[in-house]
């Protein structure tokens, strides 16, 4: 039955009237790009004007007015939907080429002109929020989001294409994907499968975008004890240099929102081509893209990420490209995928055909880690984007609802991980599901990015490792995606035919198709756990969005994203040595929707704060973020973690045993304020080694010289350098040299390999700091003569590092451990000229006010006397800065008292807590005693700890007790 519905609205624009009749689900469909649909609701659309007068049934729509509007109505069930779609033109240049390949031969062609005018995107009028990505080309196909559900339309196969009449329409909602072998399940006992092959590395070791290429972090080192002395760590210094090399030409890393256009290469291998032969590829292939990029347009992902699809390459034979080999090892097909694509990328990044990022889709049942068929959909390389042989990924297609499965693989592209609780963030939040969800479960309703999803992308551009993504295309009118929901372009019937045969029919019932697509296979209603495509049409004027049947209404324009206010800055995170402030801002202002840009600019600002040298003696930060762990398992046993550095990832903190026989990377990162290394201010902010100058601004370039005089020229001061070459054919300690207090830039390294040691002890006391009374350290930091130094030992070479000042005097010596070769040993330091320095004064000062005891209901907070130490010159200059020193180096009679002030004095925040009730005491009640039965309530503060009930509001105290109810009468005995 075809009804004519008039539009509820009037607009200047033009409109497309869809009527819609309910199909029974008896009934065999096959859409003209899905397969398999045995659940779908047939429509015949009709184009008409703002007034909803009649135009034409035709509804195959060029536009030549890239600003006009088309506009559908929509009817599902009672309720009615009206479409305001806009020409789509951003995904395509006017150089955009086809290439077909054969065995021996490719062509490359243009497409069409009309082919680049049937594409557009929109909004549900009245639903805010909501979604839509149509394409007019060859009837409608695309997909819908509304503020119920996702719904999917296409085009019926084989249907009547005569004008007058009209062509009939299939519109269904997607339900949760797995592979088309999947074993046929009857109705109801449906089951989630992982439908992702990409193999998440554990905590452990490194996701592949934290990771120098070929270099992995090893949970548990298998080494007898002399090679751990021998070798642990020595890749912490292996080339000193290359911290000055990484630190000026490494990129800067901000938290800035930019525009990141992801330029996109599309493969179909013949399995796809031979699918849909008797269709348009080009088209169902922009209709999965135009869902993808709409999907990464979502706010919830809080970046600015824009899908461009550069070019797209068919391959029409088997053997086409030999060395492609697409198979159902879905590992393999992405290693040759991988391998094959880079040959193909123009060198250039300015070549308008290069790509970012190659796509694969075929028709193959793949199978991850196992060549024979199972329930994986794609497979990709964590964090591969920008890095040319790994930024890719293979995508099996199941109809239109595959792309899907393209959105989460790109995103394993961008070092994000599946949602789980593990990692922090759930599958699903409420009726929302997760895009990086290991599953797809049929009864979410909408559809969006996880907190986590969201971290992990923001963290990977930020690194800087998205750098290739910065370029704007020149023409920016690249390919445009089809701008019709896929339920409009692809019904429910055309969905059970791509996702099982050409034979499968549609069964689901209308009430149930968005949440679950059922499709009739041999005999069996059977399903793949999705709902039917967004757009899907399941009533009068009603069709799926969000996996909920609902109206079809109209929607305002795009509205990009504006930054909100500036928060305030936050607490110093750390008390001492440098901490850090962060202020930031939302894009909130208004927040992105339906469709607009998301904000561009800096997101958060940083200052470096408390920057005074922390007492003399105290542990580093990072060892005590480690002995934070002392009191955690692992592995069933329980260690006092010390820190272990690595210079390729300063901003993991990794924690190892007291013999570096366990590594353990223990939180999310390190907290801000660590520092990224000795050598340097640079410090950890958000698990991102930011550059601080010297002038402890971030981002700043501005370094000390030799003397550590921040923007000198090095002319204040003398650098020594030596080498000790000496022979010693007996075992024992040799002096090198003794290097003055004060020294800066401290540098000790072999020349060559050797089986000596070297050593450095104090000038003015029998004690050693490195290597001393034949006890030979591992490769670490420690402390020498109150500044941190750091010892490298690379098979068998030695370097040391001390940034300083130091303190006191010290002594290099060489260990010889017998009958050894000296290779000769190079000391260089920097001290400062004799006739500058004037004097050293040492003075009390007061440290910077502590934290407060607690964070509400009045604390206390202290200044504590510190004993500073600071070199001036007769040139009436500081020459160095302050520095925090042992007590006895200050007169005591001039120690001041500590200080106290009251801190954070306002209430604390506080409710009622409130228990469940108790059961009735007695099972009957006595006439005249009706039986009470009680509940806990509590002040509680905003930790669910207890608090005195005056810090309560008693007016709103819940009560306590209540009479039993539905009690019988005690029988009288």
């Excluded at 929102?257 to 699918?275: K, P, Q």
């Excluded at 970012?356 to 075929?362: C, M």
């Excluded at 002890?761 to 109150?786: M, Q, W």
């Amino acid at each position: 039955m075809i009804e004519l519905i008039r539009p509820y609205k009037s607009h200047r624009h033009w409109f497309f009237l869809v009527s819609l009749a309910v199909i029974s689900s008896s009934a065999e469909y096959k859409g003209l790009y899905t397969n398999r649909l045995s659940e779908v609701h047939e429509t015949v659309p009709e184009r008409v004007t703002s007034k909803g007068d009649h135009l034409a049934r035709d509804v195959t729509t060029f536009h030549d007015d890239p600003s006009g509007f088309v506009h559908f109505n929509l009817s599902i069930g009672r309720d009615e939907h009206f479409l305001v779609l806009r020409p789509s033109n951003g995904f395509f240049i006017p150089s955009l080429i086809v290439e077909r390949r054969r065995k021996g031969n490719f062509t490359r062609e243009r497409p069409s002109e009309r082919s680049k005018k049937c594409h557009y995107r929109g909004f549900v009028a009245g639903q805010e929020g909501s979604k839509v990505a149509l394409s007019a080309c060859n009837g409608l196909a695309g997909i819908i989001h509304t503020q119920k559900g996702k719904y999917y339309i296409e085009p019926a196969d084989h249907q009547s294409k005569s004008v007058e009449a009209g062509r009939k329409h299939l519109i269904y909602k997607r339900s949760a994907v797995t592979t088309s072998h999947a074993k046929k399940k009857k109705r109801r006992k449906g089951k989630k499968q992982a439908n992702c092959g990409t193999k998440i590395p554990k905590r452990w070791t490194l996701l592949e975008w934290q990771m120098d290429q070929g270099k992995l972090k090893i949970q548990r080192r298998k080494q007898n004890k002399k090679q751990q002395v021998a070798n642990a760590k020595d890749m912490q210094m292996k080339n000193v240099k290359k911290l000055k090399y990484k630190r000026k030409l490494g990129r800067s890393q901000r938290s800035i929102s930019l525009n990141h256009y992801v330029e996109t290469l599309i493969v179909a291998d013949n399995s796809m081509v031979e699918f849909h032969q008797d269709g348009d590829i080009e088209t169902y292939l922009l209709t999965l893209m135009n869902m993808v990029s709409m999907l990464y347009q979502d706010p919830t992902i809080g970046n600015s990420v824009k899908i461009v699809v550069v070019k797209i390459i068919l391959l029409e034979d088997l053997h086409s490209e030999p060395a492609l080999n697409v198979s159902t090892n879905a590992d393999v097909t992405l290693r040759n995928f991988c391998k094959w694509q880079t040959k193909l990328n123009p060198g250039k990044d300015n070549h308008p055909h290069h790509h970012d990022v190659a796509i694969l889709i075929t028709r193959r049942d793949i199978c991850a880690r196992k060549d024979v068929p199972c329930g994986t959909l794609g497979v990709a390389h964590i964090g591969g984007m920008c890095k040319a042989s790994r930024s890719c990924s293979v995508n099996e297609d199941n109809g239109i609802t595959s792309a899907h499965t393209i959105a989460h693989e790109l995103g394993h592209n961008f070092g994000m991980i599946h949602d789980t609780d593990k990692v922090g963030c759930k599958r699903r939040e409420g009726n929302t599901i997760h895009i990086m969800t290991p599953h797809f479960e049929a009864d979410s309703v909408t559809v969006n990015w996880s907190n986590c999803s969201r971290r992990e992308i923001t963290r990977f551009l930020d690194k800087g490792l998205g750098h290739c993504l910065e370029d704007e295309p020149d023409q920016l009118e690249r390919y445009k995606y089809p701008d019709l929901p896929a339920g409009v372009m692809y019904d429910a019937h055309h969905q059970c035919r791509l996702q099982f045969s050409q034979k499968a029919t549609l069964c689901s019932p209308p009430d149930e198709i968005c949440s679950h697509l059922w499709c009739t296979v041999n005999n069996t209603c059977t399903t793949l756990l999705r709902p039917a495509a967004e757009g899907t049409y399941c009533g009068k004027h009603k069709w799926c969005y969000n996996h909920e049947c609902v109206l079809m209404l109209d929607t305002p324009s795009p509205i990009d994203g504006g930054w909100g206010e500036w928060s305030s800055w936050s607490e110093c995170s750390r008390t001492c040595g440098a901490g850090v402030s962060v202020m930031s801002r939302e894009c909130n202002h208004p927040t992105p929707a339906y469709g607009g840009n998301y904000c561009v600019g800096q997101r958060k600002r940083y200052r470096i704060c408390n920057t005074q040298s922390c007492p003399p003696g105290e542990p580093s930060f990072r060892a005590v973020q480690c002995s934070s762990f002392d009191d955690q398992p692992y592995e069933g046993n329980k260690y006092e973690w010390q820190p272990y550095f690595d210079e390729g990832e300063p901003c993991q903190l990794y924690c190892s045993d007291a013999n570096e026989t366990v590594i353990v990377p223990w939180g999310e990162y390190a907290k801000d304020g660590t520092p990224c290394s000795i050598v340097s201010r640079d410090i950890c902010i958000s698990g991102i080694c930011k550059r601080v100058g010297c002038d402890w601004a971030v981002d700043s370039r501005t370094e000390e010289d030799d003397c550590g005089i921040c923007r000198g020229d090095g002319s204040k001061c003398d650098k020594k350098r030596g080498i000790y070459d000496k022979q010693n054919w007996s075992p024992g300690y040799r002096e090198i040299v003794v290097v003055p207090k004060g020294a800066r830039n401290v540098r000790i390294e072999e020349k060559d390999r050797s089986s000596n040691y070297i050593s450095i002890g104090s000038a003015l006391a029998r004690k050693f700091y490195l290597n001393g009374e034949r006890h030979i350290f591992l490769p670490g930091e420690y402390t020498i003569a109150g500044t941190q130094a750091l010892y490298a030992r690379d098979n068998q070479l030695e370097k040391i590092r001390i940034p300083g000042p130091i303190n006191e005097p010290i002594v290099i010596y060489i260990y010889y451990i017998g009958n050894t070769w000296n290779p000769g040993v190079e000391y260089k330091y920097s001290i400062w000229k004799q006739e500058i320095i004037n004097q050293i004064k040492y003075s009390w000062i007061l440290s910077e006010w502590s934290q407060c005891s607690v964070t509400c209901g009045g604390g206390v907070q202290s200044r504590q006397p510190l004993c500073q130490e600071s070199v001036e010159s007769t040139m009436a200059m500081e020459l160095e800065r302050p520095t925090m020193v042992e007590d006895y180096y200050c007169e005591p009679q001039d120690k001041p008292d500590p200080v106290t002030r009251s801190c954070n004095e306002d209430n604390c925040p506080s409710r009622w807590w409130v228990g469940p009730w108790q059961t009735c005491s007695t099972s009957c009640f006595t006439k005249g005693k009706k039986p009470l039965k009680r509940r806990s309530v509590m002040c509680v503060d905003d930790k669910d700890l207890a608090l005195p009930d005056k810090f309560c509001d008693k007016k709103t105290k819940p009560t306590e007790y209540r009479q039993c109810s539905n009690l019988p009468p005690c029988e009288s005995v």
